[in-house]
Structure formats: C-alpha cells, structure tokens
C-alpha cells in the first residue's frame, strides 16, 4: 500500500494534480474535461475513442458548419484519417 501512496504522489507531481478527488473523469457518452484551464487531468480513454484539442474542434466544426470540396484545413485531414481507420477495421459509411 505505501508504494502505491508513493506511485500516487509521483503521479500528483507529474501532472499539477493539486487536490485527489479520487476519481477518474470517464466519457463513456461523451462530455468536457473539466479542470482549470490548461491544466493536465487524467482521463480514462478506450480504443477508438478521440480526444480533440480546442483548436482541433474549432477546425472541426467550421469544416462541418462550410464543407469544401478540396479542403486543405487540418480538420479535414483527421478526418480522412478517421475515415480511413475505419474503413480498415472494416466500417463502413453511408
């Protein structure tokens, strides 16, 4: 137990954490990290799962508010990125 106490303190130390609530932030249905801004919060992810900074999303939704036929914004290279991973692991889209 006092290693893990120890591994938590490293961990603390590492990212700013400032206060334990003793919980992780999970996004199972989606949502907003919460913290101070800037700060680094652990989160838990799973395979598959994206995780978009406020300049990917800026991107992301402007593309999706004017489509471009030959985008060059680096939104739409994400997701032709997106696009294609899915479509090797066997997705398709309508």
Known sequence: MARLSVLNEEL???YGVDKDT???QAFKDGGIVQGAAGSAVLIVAHVGEIVLNPQQQ???FDMIAT???AAQAPAA???YELYRHGRRRGRTYG
């Open 22 to 24: 003793g919980a992780l």
């Open 67 to 69: 489509p471009r036929i």
């Open 12 to 14: 603390h130390k590492l």
């Open 58 to 60: 800026a991107a992301l």
């Open 77 to 79: 290279r994400l997701c």
